[in-house]
């Protein structure tokens, strides 16, 4: 990514953060920004409201402190925001963070919200506050929304699939949110096929050695960079 002149926005888990701490700073270091992924990678509706508002407070505190900058940027573990749990905007502004990332503007029985804003953009928390939201990207095809952030779609389906898909939401004015974790480019991982059962198994390692290829493609094809740069450029931060 760096070869390209990449730069991006990791959303760090504060669990990881504290036993990998000069990772973490080596990545601020060279120009990423660091924002928060949570503390243990539990679900905000998993968790409650108690206990998600302190894994928000928790994270930003422990992550502005092993990487020495500031985090304004929050990523719900598994988009884990949702219409029925919509108090967490107002625990992310609590908490102190300027924008929020982890809503996927599509409707699927676990998560996802139907019908919501395709680009980055302004929203009223329930409490009335404003909160800055940058969705998963989704291209529209005949009125259909399909997801092209990444994932199992990337994965898992050509290439050409994303490349249209970010092609076509960048036509339209908006910027592309692509995301991935790094077990997704990790072939020396360890096994756990046989744990995992078959479908499981799948879509876990179905792909692995081909998506470092494709994500090369992808940072040559598009320019990418800090989710709070494409924010403060869009005038919203
Ligand atoms: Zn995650």
Not at 47 to 69: C, F, M, N, P, Q
Not at 174 to 196: K, T, V
Not at 207 to 215: D, Q, V, Y
Request: aromatic share 10%; charged share 25%; net charge positive.
């Amino acid at each position: 990514m760096e070869s390209a002149g990449a730069r991006a926005t990791w959303f760090c888990l504060g669990d990881v953060a504290s036993k990998h701490r000069t990772l973490i700073r080596e990545l601020a270091r060279r120009g990423h920004e660091i924002g928060s992924h949570g503390m243990s990678h539990a679900k905000l509706d998993r968790l409650g409201e108690s206990a998600a508002r302190r894994e928000l407070v928790d994270s930003r505190s422990l992550l502005e402190d092993v990487s020495g900058t500031s985090v304004r940027g929050f990523r719900a573990p598994s988009f884990s925001i949702t219409r029925r749990n919509l108090w967490a905007l107002d625990g992310i502004l609590d908490a102190g963070y300027a924008y929020d990332s982890s809503v996927f503007p599509i409707g699927r029985p676990d998560y996802g919200i139907s019908g919501f804003p395709l680009g980055p953009h302004r929203l009223t928390a329930p409490s009335g506050r404003s909160l800055i939201e940058f969705p998963m990207t989704v291209a529209t095809c005949f009125g259909a929304r399909m997801p092209v952030s990444g994932g199992g779609y990337f994965r898992l389906l050509p290439y050409a699939v994303t490349k249209w898909g970010f092609t076509r939401v960048n036509a339209t004015g908006r910027s592309g949110m692509f995301y991935m974790h790094p077990w997704e480019i990790d072939a020396e991982q360890p096994d756990l096929r046989r744990e995992a059962g078959a479908v499981g198994a799948f879509r876990h390692y179905t792909g692995l050695a081909a998506t470092e290829g494709r994500l090369r493609r992808l940072v040559g094809d598009f320019a990418f960079t800090r989710v709070d740069e494409v924010l403060a450029a869009a005038g919203l931060l």
